[in-house]
Every structure is written in C-alpha cells, then in structure tokens.
C-alpha cells in the first residue's frame, strides 16, 4: 500500500508535506479504494479515502481555501467540481442544497466543507462566483 501510494504520488510530482498524516489516515484503504482529488487552480493531486470533505483533501494537498462557518451554510467555500463518475461524489444534504440554490450556483457547484467523494477522480475547478473557472471546466 505505501509502495502505490509512492508511486501515485511520484507520478504526479510530488510527495506532500503531510504525507505522514495522510498516509495514517488511509491505513484502512487498500489502493483501489482510493479517490483522486486534483485541485486546478494550484495544480496539486491528492489521494483521499471515501468520506473525506473536500475541504479535508485540500488540507491535506496544501491548498488554502477561504471558509466561513465550514457547516455548510454560508456559502465562502463554493467550487465548480467534476467528476469522472456520476457516483464520484456524494449527494448534497439538504443545508448544502439549500445554500446553493440560494446562491444561484450551477449544478456543478459544490460546497467544499460539505461535499464529501465517494469515488473516482474529482477536479475542483474554482470558485464557483470566478468566470475564470467556468472557462476552465
């Protein structure tokens, strides 16, 4: 398992500095149990185990993201995301939901403290209220 995990780490360019920390919450993930978290706008990679928040995978990739009440309601911490598979993420609660309707985000929005991965690769693109990355995705 920490073999792979060197490897996927390598073959993106770097091993991060919480490495350690990350490496000890995956103890329980076999490789293939892992979700690919890639960040664009800082162009960093993480791997995170199912159930992780997306705000939680960019801590742990190094990647400052501006939050409020980080419950889910204020809304700061709102991104443009994709995923690779329609399973990729988890359904938004209903406070999530509520919060970007009440924004008028796009479906492809997510709230990074509250949506949490499930499977596959996800990208989070930026801010959901920046044009710049609704020409990115």
């Known amino acids: 398992m920490l073999r792979v995990w ?15 920390a990350q490496l000890a919450s995956l103890r329980d993930y076999g490789p293939m149990d892992l979700v690919e978290v890639h960040f664009s706008v800082a162009d960093k990679t993480v791997f995170v185990g199912s159930g992780t928040t997306l705000l939680e995978a960019a ?6 993201i501006l939050t ?3 419950r889910g309601m ?14 990729g993420l988890e359904i938004p609660a209903a406070h999530e939901r509520g919060t970007l309707d009440r924004m008028g985000l796009a479906p492809d929005c997510r709230l990074l403290c509250s949506a949490r991965v ?4 996800i990208e989070v693109l930026g ?3 920046d044009t710049r990355a609704a020409r990115v995705g």
């Open 74 to 87: 204020c809304g700061t911490d709102a991104a443009r995301v994709t995923t690779d598979r329609i399973d």
């Open 118 to 121: 499930r499977a596959g690769r």
């Open 59 to 64: 801590g742990m990739a190094g990647v400052e």
């Open 68 to 70: 409020g009440c980080t």
């Open 6 to 20: 060197r490897q996927r780490c390598h073959a993106v360019g770097r091993i991060p500095s919480q490495a350690v």
């Open 127 to 129: 801010d959901a209220l």
